[in-house]
């Protein structure tokens, strides 16, 4: 039987697995329809795989730290650039 950390892991790792194949789909779809219905999906599974982020840090089963100021404007510098990039 599985512990309480490997199902949620578990949980985790598979929330992400199906965001990406949500989010490759999108991009691979010319119906208008059907891409919104996939974002839709995609941001409701997002919002659950938070949900089980959050109890697992609540449990100490999962750690992180703070993110320092500086290291958040690089990763925002770093979306920009790449923004501009692929315009």
Known sequence: SMTEQE??????H??????KEYADNCTET??????SLLIG?????SQDQFA???QM??????KTKPAQQQD?????????TLQQQTW
């Open 7 to 12: 199902l949620l892991t578990d949980l985790l």
């Open 14 to 19: 598979s929330e992400r697995a199906i965001i």
């Open 30 to 35: 010319g119906c208008m329809n059907l891409r």
């Open 41 to 45: 999906c995609m941001t409701e599974c």
């Open 52 to 54: 089980v982020f959050e």
């Open 57 to 62: 840090k609540q449990r100490n089963l999962y």
């Open 72 to 80: 958040v404007q690089t990763a925002k510098q770093d979306m920009n």
